[in-house]
């Protein structure tokens, strides 16, 4: 089993940053993908950045690229999203998600990641 916990949520005015950070538990993070999905509400829940197990590859969403940096420790167990430049529109609950990488791909679709924390909420303010 994997367990993740995300942090660095909050409330930011626009054109702020913040970094949420998931640390998972097991020996196993370094042949985990990881994901970070979002869900506002009304809206269905996207990727908004993901990361193969040795970071060879990364996905960002079109809305955030340009903005959003997603980075890997695997001596720390730990995944990142360091969100700069925040609109309104990035205002959601944020869920760090992960599923074993065997082929080094990304996938976008939620059903296909079997781990999930609990979600912060990022607000930003106008």
């Known amino acids: 089993q994997v367990q993740l916990v995300e942090s660095g949520g909050g409330l930011v005015q626009a054109g702020g940053s913040l970094r949420l950070s998931c640390a998972a538990s097991?020996?196993?993070?370094?042949?985990?993908?990881m994901g970070w999905f979002r869900q506002a509400p009304g809206k269905e829940r996207e990727l908004v950045s993901g990361?193969?197990?040795?970071?060879?590859?990364?996905y960002y969403a079109d809305s955030v690229k340009g903005r959003f940096t997603i980075s890997r420790d695997n001596n720390k167990n730990t995944v990142y999203l360091q969100m700069n430049s925040l609109k309104p529109e990035d205002t959601a609950v944020y869920y760090c998600?992960?599923?074993?990488?065997?082929?080094?791909?990304?996938?976008?679709?939620?059903?296909?990641?079997?781990?999930w924390g609990q979600g912060t909420q990022v607000t930003v303010s106008s």
């Open positions: 998600t992960a599923r074993y990488d065997v082929f080094g791909r990304i996938t976008a679709t939620g059903s296909n990641y079997p781990y």
């Open positions: 097991g020996r196993t993070f370094g042949s985990l993908a």
């Open positions: 990361i193969t197990r040795n970071s060879g590859t990364t």
